[in-house]
């Protein structure tokens, strides 16, 4: 990521951190857990010819700040952390841009295009299907495969004290639970995982985020659909074949009660697209941030 310049700054007091390099269209690149921004490094080169790219650690995560927290979770929210982004982006001047995102990174999109319309111009997200949807529809194979989605809502500071116990073993036991174990991790990627789930406060900032999820962001989902409100822009989503999240839900089918113009399909990976299939993933990105209106 050394051809990226790193950045800061502050939103509500909350330190936001991130690199931006490249040229061309503006694109926001959002990552999912246990990670940071490093996610994209084999893919933000290649991008990076065509588009202005500004990769961010989300609130909780990297090096990006840990709020402290209210019985609420907001300051955890999806759409708190779509602040940041809608932040950081005006920062360096784009009021208008395309983004892609992977896992929690892609809830937080999905809040950014659902309150921000005019600022999202298209979306690409990978390897989620609508954080409502998946509550609602849980199975126990999901349960099974995703058990770190109601480890980490458990009420502090357990999951908080077991995660900090051994930051690295978490992340390792996390991303090396997946299909293709930790065989697609770049050994300086996983480093940089563990250092910063190491970092006072990540544990907690983590454990936030899911808490979130499992109650302001669904408030904020269920408002959506009562009053029909759908997502205006071109969503693409993309998921891993040997995935779970394929395998659980109809995941286009779910996307399409919640957006307008859907498309997608899997590619042939597993959960960390980013990192399994980049040059799969990169094309797919060029080609859909390309049509018909460049963000």
């Known amino acids: 990521m050394d051809d990226f310049t790193p950045f800061d700054l502050l939103r509500d007091g909350v330190r936001v951190h991130g690199r931006i390099g490249g040229q061309g269209a503006p694109l926001l690149l959002l990552h999912g857990h246990p990670q940071t921004h490093v996610i994209w490094h084999r893919v933000a080169p290649r991008l990076a010819e065509r588009f202005t790219l500004v990769l961010l650690d989300l609130r909780g995560y990297g090096d990006s700040g840990r709020p402290e927290t ?6 955890y929210s999806k759409r708190e952390m779509a602040l940041d982004a809608l932040a950081a982006m005006r920062s360096h001047g784009f009021e208008r841009f395309g983004v892609l995102a992977h896992d929690r990174g892609a809830r937080v999109a999905h809040r950014l295009a659902a309150d921000h319309p005019g600022a999202v111009s298209r979306l690409l997200l990978l390897d989620i ?8 529809g849980t199975t126990e194979a999901f349960a099974r495969a995703y058990w770190h989605w109601f480890f980490l809502v458990q009420p502090p500071p357990l999951p908080e004290a077991l995660i900090e116990a051994d ?6 036991s ?9 065989a697609p991790f770049a050994p300086e990627a996983l480093a940089e995982y563990e250092r910063c789930m190491a970092l006072p406060g990540a544990a907690r900032g983590v ?7 499992a109650g302001i962001d669904l408030d904020h989902d269920r408002e959506d659909v009562a009053a029909g409100r759908l997502l205006a822009q071109p969503l693409r989503v993309l998921w891993g074949a040997h995935g779970v999240v394929g395998r659980c839900f109809d995941v286009l089918a779910l ?5 307008r113009q859907v498309s997608g399909g899997a590619l042939p990976c597993g959960h960390y697209i980013p990192e399994e299939a980049p040059e799969a993933l990169a094309s ?12």
């Open 70 to 75: 209210d019985a609420q979770h907001l300051a």
């Open 174 to 182: 996390v991303m090396g639970g997946r299909h293709a174990g930790l």
């Open 129 to 136: 299907a609508p954080t409502l949807a998946m509550y609602e």
């Open 207 to 213: 454990c936030e985020d899911y808490r979130a999820s």
């Open 255 to 259: 996307w399409r009660e919640r957006a």
């Open 167 to 172: 930051p690295a073993r978490y992340v390792r």
């Open 284 to 295: 797919e990105a060029l080609s859909f941030f390309n049509e018909d209106e460049t963000p």
